[in-house]
């Protein structure tokens, strides 16, 4: 079974700091990795995808990938209050074109 | 900005009804899914769709779901008998080969 891990949280931030989300998958027969951000009764919304080893970085997101390790990691650079909201990793394996969600990790960035 | 657009936002069905959740995806794109979401739960695949046929579903996606691309627009989930455990946020999403979007949701609730 290809899971997914996310810690649950509530990962708490002060405004202008940086978060750090955290990711594991279980299988090495993975293709590319993406982060969403999904607001409470909304649907998922994505930040950035990523399939090279190393770092991404897309304005004050950075997703960063370890294949050997099996993790992926994203972080939010001068994290906002808007920035509260639970984020979903979500992994696109080699075989079939579904993507497998984590459970999501819950932000909140206090003014 | 292309978006995917789903209809109804929320839909109220009697147990053992028929529904019928809709979805437009962004133009051009050529995969289509259905996943969903319990309250509280993880996003599940449900179901992947190119080419005019199935090419992927999950096992969740039993004989009680089906799905149709009835014209050269819209893309259907069917659920057939509702049961109180259907009850869940139903998301459509389209990929050009790179990314998924997700629509904003369709809130079913089972009673």
């Known amino acids: 079974q290809k899971e997914v891990e996310q810690n649950s949280g509530p990962l708490s931030v002060p405004e202008g700091a940086i978060a750090s989300l955290n990711c594991t998958y279980s299988d090495r027969g993975s293709q590319s990795f993406f982060w969403y951000r999904q607001y409470s009764g909304k649907s998922p919304e994505l930040i950035m995808f990523?399939?090279?080893?190393g770092d991404k970085e897309d304005g004050r997101f950075t997703a960063q990938l370890n294949k050997a390790s099996q993790y992926v990691s994203l972080l939010i650079r001068d994290s906002q209050p808007s920035d509260s909201a639970t984020y979903l990793c979500?992994?696109?394996?080699?075989?079939?074109?579904?993507?497998?969600f984590g459970g999501g990790t819950r932000v909140l960035v206090k003014p | 900005e292309p978006e995917v657009t789903q209809t109804p936002s929320h839909q109220v069905t009697q147990m053992g009804q028929e529904v019928i959740l809709r979805c437009v995806p962004i133009?051009?794109?050529?995969?289509f899914y259905w996943y969903r979401q319990i309250l509280g739960q993880k996003v599940e695949f449900l179901v992947s769709?190119?080419?005019?046929?199935?090419?992927?579903k999950s096992e969740i996606f039993d004989d009680q779901f089906s799905v149709e691309r009835p014209d050269g627009s819209n893309f259907t989930l069917k659920i057939r008998s509702t049961k109180l455990e259907d009850s869940a946020m139903y998301f459509c999403?389209?990929?050009?080969?790179?990314?998924?979007?997700f629509g904003q949701g369709t809130r079913l609730t089972v009673v």
């Open positions: 133009s051009n794109h050529l995969y």
């Open positions: 990523i399939y090279s080893n």
């Open positions: 999403a389209s990929d050009g080969g790179a990314e998924a979007f």
């Open positions: 979500a992994v696109l394996w080699a075989a079939g074109n579904k993507l497998t």
């Open positions: 769709f190119y080419n005019n046929e199935i090419s992927e």
